[in-house]
């Protein structure tokens, strides 16, 4: 059973926008907190935004602060990333994440997910 699902990705040129969204399994997303994370090659998979179902505070990277904002979606189940302002350095395969475990700072996204989508592609020209 696929449990997340994410979408939006694409090329866009430096300062653009684009809006990622994440479909999660009624399961998934009822019971977790949800985070996008995004891994450029030959780097380390970074932790950029994340919020829980049930609303809340969230968390971003301080790489995308300002930038990007995380947010419930309109659609059900679903978790968007709006990122604006968009840099060359952004461009990296974007991941949704689920975990069971609660949010309360940038250190959740250093602990274990539950679950993993199979990733977006975000290509920034400049």
């Known amino acids: 059973q696929v449990q997340l699902v994410e979408s939006g990705g694409g090329s866009v040129q430096a300062g653009g926008s684009l809006r990622l969204s994440c479909a999660a399994s009624?399961?998934?997303?009822?019971?977790?907190?949800l985070g996008w994370f995004r891994q450029a090659p030959g780097m380390e998979r970074e932790g950029v935004a994340a919020?829980?179902?049930?609303?809340?505070?969230?968390y971003y990277a301080a790489s995308v602060k300002g930038r990007f904002t995380i947010s419930l979606g309109n659609a059900k189940n679903t978790v968007d990333l709006q990122m604006n302002s968009l840099k060359p350095e952004d461009t990296a395969m974007y991941y949704c994440?689920?975990?069971?475990?609660?949010?309360?700072?940038?250190?959740?996204?250093?602990?274990?997910?539950?679950?993993w989508g199979k990733g977006t592609l975000v290509t920034i020209s400049s």
């Open positions: 919020i829980c179902s049930g609303g809340g505070v969230a």
């Open positions: 009624e399961y998934t997303y009822s019971r977790s907190c």
């Open positions: 994440a689920a975990s069971h475990r609660p949010l309360y700072g940038t250190g959740w996204f250093s602990g274990p997910m539950d679950y």
